[in-house]
């Protein structure tokens, strides 16, 4: 039997670190590892995806793709399991902490009420444009949980330049062997499509970038080191350079899937739009918050 490496990683190791002055990711700390359990009470993980956590005015989000939670083609909402399996229950592993010290809390939330309805809240345009994005409200009694919007250095939707070919990253899970503080799998990438013209008529972009199923739900950010072009407030078709940071990121989408056709050649991810989030919150404002059970 060969072996398998375990992901994830620990602090404090008993050999020479490699690189001592680096240190863990703030972005890393917000993705969470989804599981989802079987329906048999033995706590089996069926299957998995990836998510990220988002703080509001009115609580904490769990941010995944739609089908993570469904099991739903969101195109068509046919069974994506063989065997039409669709979750009641998710095991999620949150980043918890602070700047200097960090975790990981593994909590189980059911994803519909009493009466069998979903938890989750859809895109409020779900019928027209199918946004395979879901958010889930939460309660899980801490406020020391790491969210992809606490860090003000970290642009979401801002006016950073991005063309085609201009690279990216895919930040999830590709596997359920993940222990210690359980960081995912940054994978590197390139926007495959002119960002600036929607695939399909649909809030999608499209990335060149090695995937696979449990990156489902996966943030997507760009990331520039040093000087970083930007458009301008005042001036549209205007760039500005600024060199005041060493590393800039924006938030830019949520993986989704991965497109299949003969003539591509392989399978190209395609990625949801970031902006469809501040949407399905504001609309599901209220939300019964879903705790642990």
């Keep these: 039997m060969s072996y398998t490496l375990q992901y994830g990683g620990s602090l404090g190791a008993s050999f020479p670190a490699q690189f001592p002055k680096a240190s863990i ?10 599981e989802q359990l079987a329906k048999d009470g033995s706590g089996r993980t069926v299957s998995h995806g990836t998510g990220f956590m988002w703080r509001a005015s009115d609580g904490l989000w769990l941010i995944t793709a739609r089908h993570v939670l469904t099991g739903l083609n969101p195109f068509d909402d046919s069974p994506l399991s063989p065997n039409l399996f669709e979750p009641s ?3 999620v ?12 809390d593994a909590r189980i939330l059911p994803l519909r009420d009493g009466k069998g309805s979903p938890r989750w809240a859809d895109d409020p345009e779900f019928a027209k444009l199918r946004t395979d994005i879901a958010a889930l409200p939460i309660d899980i009694g801490r406020s020391d949980v790491f969210c992809i919007n606490d860090d003000p250095a970290f642009g979401q939707f801002d006016d950073m330049f991005t063309q085609v070919g201009f690279q990216c990253f895919v930040i999830g899970y590709p596997t359920t062997m993940v222990t210690g503080l359980m960081l995912p799998i940054w994978r590197s990438g390139a926007l495959a499509s002119d960002p600036v013209v929607p695939i399909d008529n649909k809030p999608i972009f499209l990335v060149d970038a090695a995937t696979g199923p449990g990156f489902s739900g996966s943030p997507v950010w760009r990331m520039q080191i040093g000087p970083t072009a930007f458009h301008d407030a005042s001036q549209p078709t205007d760039i500005r350079i600024e060199g005041d940071a060493v590393v800039r990121a924006s938030f830019v989408g949520v993986y989704a899937g991965r497109l299949s056709h003969p003539h591509i050649g392989a399978q190209t991810p ?3 739009y970031a902006n469809r989030i501040p949407l399905i919150l504001a609309a599901n404002i209220g939300l019964a918050r879903v705790r642990p059970r």
Excluded: D, P, Q, W
Aim: glycine share 10%; proline share 0%.
């Design 93 to 104: 592993n949150f980043g918890v902490g602070s700047a200097n010290h960090f975790g990981r």
């Design 270 to 272: 395609y990625v949801f």
């Design 89 to 91: 229950e998710i095991k």
């Design 25 to 34: 990711s703030f972005i890393s700390m917000t993705v969470v590892l989804i």
